[in-house]
């Protein structure tokens, strides 16, 4: 079972994942891809992945067989176990809880081949839907403090398995960074009575110089302070804190953003790996202890996605000063995706 270790200088929580014993040589660069026959992700095998717990597919069509457009599944190596309590502990200067939480992998299309530059904005649209369905029944558990969504595409950016999935880790504490954007988000709200992210994509677009799309109801930016190249950041116009509350219109919408950014980031950038994270508000749990816990969130936090292209690396000086280099200021990066046919094959 793995464990959340805490480090006293550092201040930060680490997953120590300890169920399964690993030897030097799993370290070992490894860029073997996984083939169609073996993959557990395509149509056919869904007897080696748990059994699914959310799926669309034509009506009437039994669970855990073949004709479906997405399917979520446990995963199969959880790096977090949903059975039992927390038993958290304290060794000495350190502190240990144990693994719990829930991990579970969203099989985005039933085609090995297909990522999702290549979906149709109804497709990414029904990946955004499975992604609202497992948030909502995920925080009726009252364990889990946060849910993170996140995908990882390439290799480089943590995907050893090439068929396109993301993921959904529920987790027991609150990650100190998406605290930290709570927490300024809520100290703006107070000091200004305005949402700060409201507030952002309104001096944007006035700006202009890093949108990269606006439709009037999505607007996608190269972050001002971007820490990496192209990195991008997806907004809804509309004020909203919690992405599973947003209907099927919103989700259409963030589907069409996306699929433009990500067909220009391939087009421009050859099918760079990437990380895209949502960034949600957490489920809103009652806590006896803290009466007014998140309690502003509907007001002063604003759901997005960040969207992170995986080409350079983390060295000494960005690791010891936590100052990121980017060596493509934002507004170049804006024009040269402004200037990318979405539409083009690379
Ligand atoms: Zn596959
Ligand atoms: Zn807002
Ligand atoms: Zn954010």
Redesign the pocket.
Known sequence: MSEFRWDPLKSTWVITANHRAREPRDFFLDRQQ?Q?ST????PG?EGKTPPEVFALRTPGLAANGPEWQVRVVPNKFPLLRIEGELGRRTEGLYEIMRGIGAHEVVIETP???RTMADFSTAEISGVLQAYRARLLDLRRDPRFRYLQVFKNHGFEAGAP???AHSQIMAVPITPPTTKAELLVCRDYFRANDRCLICDLIGQELNDGRRVIYDDGRFLVVAPYASCFPFELRLFPYRHGHDFALQDDADLDGCAAALRNVLRRLRNLLRDPPFNFILHTAPPMQPRPEHPDYWSTLAFDYHWHIELVPRLSRIAGFEWGSGFFINLMPPEDAARFLRGTDPDSSF
């Open positions: 996984i169609t993959c557990p992700f395509c095998h085609d090995h081949d398995l090439p068929h």
